[in-house]
C-alpha cells in the first residue's frame, strides 16, 4: 500500500520536470547557455565600438567607464572572448580574455584577463556596468587614466599623468636607443620600441600586477615573452617615473638603452639564458659610449673589491631577485657587466654576442654557459671564472 501511494508522486515529478524541459531546460543549462551567447555579442558590439571610437555605441552596450581613456590609443584589433559567466538573478560577473593590438607594433595580440559587470535592463537585454583587470591580472594603462601619446621616428611612448613635452623626451631617449642597440646586436629585431609612462610607482606596479614594494628604486623593466617567435607582441618598457625622473641625462640614455636591448634580444633570450649574462649584456650596451669608468657604473662592485669581499662566482639568478637588498642587487647587475665587458675587450665584440646567441640556443639551462665558452670562447666555467675575478681586481682595486 505504502508503494502504490509513491507512484502518483513519482509521476508528478517527473511530469513537472517534462515541463520544466519544455520550458527552460531540466538543469537550466539551455538558459545559461542563452545568457551567454546574448552577453558575447554584447562584447562584441563593445569591442566595436571601441575600434570605430564610436562613443554613442559604447554607451549602447553599458556604462562610459573608461571610453575616453583610449581615444588617443591607435588600436588594429580589440575583441573579448567570454570564459566564464556567472548570473544572480539581473546581474551578472563575466570572466572574459581580452584580445588587442597597437597599430604598427604589436605582430599578434595582447591577452589581457578582464571581469565585467553586468545588469538586465527594463527590456530584459544585458549590458555591461562595469570592467576591471581580472583576480590575478595586471591593470591595462587605461584602467589608470586618459592615454597620452607621442610618436618618435623608432617609438611609441604611452603615458598618463604626464605632460606632452616628457612624453616627448622619453621618445627621444627611445630613438636614440634604437640604433645604437641595432649597432651593438644587429638588424635583425623590431627597430622599434613601445615605452609606457604611468603617473607613479604605485602604476608602475599596477601595470605589472606586483606590489610597489617591489620595483621601488628600480628605473624601468622589460615585460615580453622569453625566446618569443617573430610573431609576438611588442614588450613593453615599462617605466617607474619616480625613479627614473632623479637621474641624469646619462643615466637616463644608459637606462632606456639597457631596457632596449632586452627588446632586441629577446628572441634568442631562453630559458637557457642566466641573468647575469642577460642583464650584464644589457648594461654593456647601454654603457657603450657613455664614458663611465668601471669604477663609475660599478659603485657597488668597486667598494666589494677594494674591501676584499669580491665575488668568487658569476651571481645566480637569485641574486637578481628585488628582495629589498639594494646592495646585493647592484653587486649581481655589475658583475655581470663586467663579465661581459672581459668578453668584448678579450673575445671582440662579435664573439659577445655569439656567446650570447650561443647560450640561448640551448634546450634547457644546465650545460648552455658551458657549452658556449667551450664552443665559442674556448674556455671553461672554470677558466673564465678565474679570469673574470682576476679582471675585476686590475680593472677596480
Known amino acids: 500500500m505504502a508503494g502504490r501511494r509513491r507512484v502518483p508522486g513519482a509521476r508528478m515529478v517527473v511530469a513537472l520536470c517534462l515541463l520544466l524541459v519544455s520550458l527552460v531546460g531540466c538543469g537550466g543549462r539551455p538558459g545559461t547557455d542563452s545568457a551567454r551567447a546574448e552577453v558575447q555579442r554584447v562584447l562584441d558590439r563593445r569591442s566595436a565600438a571601441i575600434l570605430d571610437r564610436d562613443e554613442a555605441?559604447?554607451?549602447?552596450?553599458?556604462?562610459?567607464?573608461?571610453?575616453g581613456n583610449l581615444?588617443?590609443?591607435?588600436?588594429?584589433?580589440?575583441?573579448?572572448?567570454?570564459?566564464?559567466?556567472?548570473?544572480t538573478g539581473d546581474t551578472a560577473t563575466a570572466e572574459a580574455e581580452l584580445h588587442y593590438r597597437v597599430q604598427g607594433y604589436d605582430r599578434a595580440p595582447v591577452t589581457a584577463g578582464r571581469t565585467l559587470s553586468l545588469s538586465l535592463d527594463a527590456e530584459g537585454h544585458w549590458y555591461?556596468?562595469?570592467?576591471?583587470?581580472?583576480?590575478?591580472?595586471?591593470?591595462?594603462?587605461?584602467?589608470?587614466?586618459?592615454?597620452?601619446?607621442?610618436?618618435?621616428?623608432?617609438?611609441?611612448?604611452?603615458?598618463?599623468?604626464?605632460?606632452?613635452?616628457?612624453?616627448?623626451?622619453?621618445?627621444?631617449?627611445?630613438?636614440?636607443?634604437?640604433?645604437?642597440?641595432?649597432?651593438?646586436?644587429?638588424?635583425?629585431?623590431?627597430?622599434?620600441?613601445?615605452?609606457?609612462?604611468?603617473?607613479?610607482?604605485?602604476?608602475?606596479?599596477?601595470?605589472?600586477?606586483?606590489?610597489?614594494?617591489?620595483?621601488?628604486?628600480?628605473?624601468?623593466?622589460?615585460?615580453g615573452e622569453t625566446g618569443a617567435p617573430a610573431n609576438a607582441p611588442a614588450d613593453r618598457i615599462i617605466v617607474n617615473p619616480d625613479a627614473y625622473g632623479v637621474l641624469g641625462a646619462t643615466a637616463k640614455q644608459v637606462v632606456l638603452t639597457h631596457e632596449t636591448t632586452h627588446v632586441a634580444t629577446r628572441a634568442e633570450t631562453t630559458a637557457a639564458t642566466p641573468l647575469w649574462l642577460s642583464e650584464g649584456y644589457a648594461d654593456w650596451v647601454g654603457y657603450l659610449g657613455s664614458g663611465r669608468s668601471p669604477s663609475q657604473a660599478a659603485p657597488e662592485l668597486w667598494r666589494a673589491v677594494t674591501e676584499g669581499r669580491g665575488p668568487q662566482s658569476l651571481p645566480s639568478d637569485a641574486d637578481f631577485g628585488f628582495t629589498g637588498d639594494s646592495g646585493r642587487l647592484a653587486r649581481a647587475?655589475?658583475?655581470?657587466?663586467?663579465?661581459?665587458?672581459?668578453?668584448?675587450?678579450?673575445?671582440?665584440?662579435?664573439?659577445?654576442?655569439?656567446?650570447?646567441?650561443?647560450?640561448?640556443?640551448?634546450?634547457?639551462?644546465?650545460?648552455?654557459?658551458?657549452?658556449?665558452?667551450?664552443?665559442?670562447?674556448?674556455t671553461s666555467l672554470e677558466d673564465f671564472t678565474a679570469q673574470w675575478r682576476d679582471y675585476l681586481r686590475a680593472r677596480l682595486a
Open 71 to 87: 581615444r588617443a590609443l591607435p588600436l588594429a584589433d580589440w575583441s573579448y572572448r567570454l570564459t566564464g559567466l556567472r548570473r
Open 333 to 378: 647587475y655589475e658583475s655581470g657587466w663586467m663579465a661581459c665587458r672581459m668578453i668584448a675587450e678579450r673575445w671582440g665584440e662579435v664573439g659577445l654576442v655569439e656567446f650570447y646567441r650561443a647560450v640561448g640556443a640551448h634546450e634547457r639551462r644546465a650545460g648552455a654557459v658551458e657549452g658556449a665558452l667551450k664552443d665559442v670562447l674556448g
Open 128 to 223: 555591461v556596468r562595469a570592467e576591471r583587470p581580472a583576480k590575478g591580472s595586471a591593470q591595462q594603462l587605461w584602467d589608470q587614466g586618459a592615454v597620452s601619446i607621442a610618436r618618435g621616428e623608432h617609438s611609441l611612448v604611452l603615458g598618463v599623468g604626464q605632460s606632452a613635452a616628457a612624453l616627448r623626451s622619453y621618445a627621444e631617449l627611445a630613438d636614440d636607443a634604437v640604433p645604437a642597440v641595432s649597432q651593438a646586436w644587429g638588424t635583425h629585431w623590431a627597430r622599434h620600441v613601445v615605452v609606457l609612462v604611468p603617473k607613479s610607482l604605485a602604476g608602475m606596479a599596477g601595470l605589472l600586477g606586483s606590489p610597489a614594494s617591489s620595483y621601488r628604486g628600480i628605473a624601468a623593466v622589460t615585460t
Open 57 to 67: 555605441a559604447f554607451l549602447g552596450a553599458g556604462a562610459r567607464d573608461w571610453f
